[in-house]
């Protein structure tokens, strides 16, 4: 499907990887703003994804979480094999990834960085992404994305 042109768009159609492109409207500093971008795609909040660039023993790394709850940075340590994982400053993460905070994709980064997918998006057919730019998600299947990212999946959520 073409749609406008991000890099992580780019990425799926040159795969050929099936997806669709959704356009929403929430302010970016609007309370509650993983559930308003769910409510104004109509699904439900457990399968639309934010990418979190965090630093993991001193090296980038991107955690997709879904957008309702909160990344648990031990758990996420853990599955890199490391001891401490911290969020990465702003300039750092839009630097490595190419995009901007609220509309970083776990897609077509421009440094492809060490992911890890929670392992909650396996449980849904399709789960909805940044696409690259604010205001526009992607949805596509967990196993593409991980595919993709070259993931590992664990369950970094926090409860």
């Known amino acids: 499907?073409?749609?406008?042109?991000?890099?992580?768009?780019?990425?799926?159609?040159?795969?050929?990887?099936?997806?669709?492109i959704?356009?929403?409207d929430v302010s970016p500093d609007a309370p509650n703003y993983g559930a308003?971008?769910?409510?104004?795609?109509?699904?439900?909040?457990?399968?639309?994804?934010?990418?979190?660039?965090t630093e993991v023993d001193g090296g980038l790394t991107v955690?997709?979480?879904?957008?309702?709850?909160?990344l648990d940075l031990k758990a996420l340590a853990a599955a890199m094999g490391g001891k401490r994982?911290?969020?990465a400053d702003?300039?750092?993460a839009e630097r490595a990834t190419g995009y901007v905070r609220g509309g970083i994709s776990p897609l077509g980064q421009r440094k492809r960085l060490p992911t890890?997918?929670?392992?909650?998006?396996l449980a849904h057919p399709t789960v909805y992404v940044s696409a690259g730019r604010r205001g526009l998600q992607v949805q596509l299947?967990?196993?593409?994305?991980?595919?993709?990212?070259?993931a590992a999946t664990a369950s970094i959520a926090a409860a």
Not at 37 to 51: I, N, T, W
Not at 116 to 121: G, H, I, T
């Open 141 to 150: 299947t967990p196993t593409d994305l991980v595919a993709l990212t070259g």
């Open 90 to 92: 702003r300039a750092v």
């Open 22 to 24: 959704h356009p929403y």
């Open 1 to 20: 499907m073409a749609g406008p042109g991000t890099p992580a768009i780019a990425l799926l159609s040159k795969r050929k990887i099936v997806h669709s």
């Open 36 to 53: 308003l971008v769910a409510a104004a795609l109509g699904v439900a909040p457990d399968r639309v994804f934010k990418s979190l660039v």
């Open 116 to 121: 890890v997918v929670d392992s909650s998006a």
């Open 85 to 87: 994982a911290v969020m």
């Open 63 to 70: 955690a997709v979480v879904p957008v309702t709850g909160e």
